[in-house]
């Protein structure tokens, strides 16, 4: 789904002008992108969570020449979805209760 389409998705089930849907999945898009620019975590409940995580720093191969190079480190942006929106993926409406014996 491209974001055209997400913003004509919501704009029909709402009934908000696409103008107007558009400028709130904009500012959606920035308040989220801003949130991980300053190190912070951002929470939707029932939908997941995005994070920034570091990654080390790691020796590869150059697949042509074959040699190692140092690949710096570096931070990577990360989404974990929740539980809820996991089942709903799955295709059940709730998640499976484990039975303890």
């Known amino acids: 789904m491209t974001k055209a389409e997400l913003v004509e998705t919501i704009a029909t089930e709402t009934g ?3 103008s107007h849907t558009g400028i709130i999945v904009q ?3 920035q308040v989220v992108s801003q949130a991980l620019t300053e190190g912070k975590h951002l929470e939707i409940r029932g939908f997941g969570t995005f994070k920034v995580r570091e990654r080390r720093a790691r020796r590869a191969r ?3 020449s074959g040699g ?3 690949v ?3 931070l990577v942006p990360l989404f974990k979805p929740s539980k809820e929106l996991k ?3 799955l295709g059940s409406v709730e998640p499976e ?3 303890v014996r």
């Open 72 to 74: 710096p480190a570096k």
């Open 97 to 99: 209760e484990t039975v």
């Open 27 to 29: 500012e959606l898009f």
């Open 68 to 70: 190692e190079v140092m």
């Open 87 to 89: 089942a709903q993926v």
């Open 16 to 18: 908000v002008s696409k």
């Open 62 to 64: 150059n697949p042509r």
